[in-house]
């Protein structure tokens, strides 16, 4: 889903050579279009094989060739590169079910995160991989409870990511409902990023409002 930010314009400027005469700007772009399709291409096939890893490993994942994706992936991006006109990396959505009936527990996608490090760790290409857990920690915005913010809930929560995970893992579904909201099992997203970091993580930063 990630486009590539090399952009034909960009490699037109170089002006290089072919058999010792110089590319006009046409043939240049061309050429940039072929390279990035075949560069979308490989990620295609990285993709596929992420998700042939995955089955491996027992979990039931959907390709989707098209995605209309939502603020669940452009904040954390607008976040991290501010506004470009394409993401200067490429980037696999994981969407994960908490909002139809059933939601997966924590520790289904706590373990679906240590196969999505696993399976990154068996491609042989030195990749720096950034992944991030989203969803939105307690709120309800519905029903008598609507405007429900549980902030022990929430900060207890922060803290168990990198200090104690394992009762994050064993918390019942109906605990986030009960506690923090029926939005709040969007939660359960984070334990995916969480499972993928390791055992030992080290918080380096917060901000919470």
Known sequence: ???SGWKPEQVAGRKPRVGGQALQREDVAAQARVD???ERAVARHRERLEVAALVLDEFDMTIVNELQVDHGLTV???LLYGQPKEWPARVIPLAVNVVQYPAPTGH??????????KAVESWDEDLKVVIF???GLSHQIQGPRAGLVNTK???DFLDDLSRNPQRLVDLPPLEYLRDAGNEAI???MWLTMRGALGERVEEVYRFYH
């Open 1 to 3: 889903m990630g486009l």
């Open 36 to 38: 990035s399709g075949h």
């Open 76 to 78: 954390p991006l607008s």
């Open 108 to 117: 289904r996608c706590y373990m679906l995160g240590k196969a999505i490090r």
């Open 133 to 135: 857990g989203t969803g």
């Open 153 to 155: 809930f929430d900060t």
């Open 186 to 188: 969007e939660m359960v």
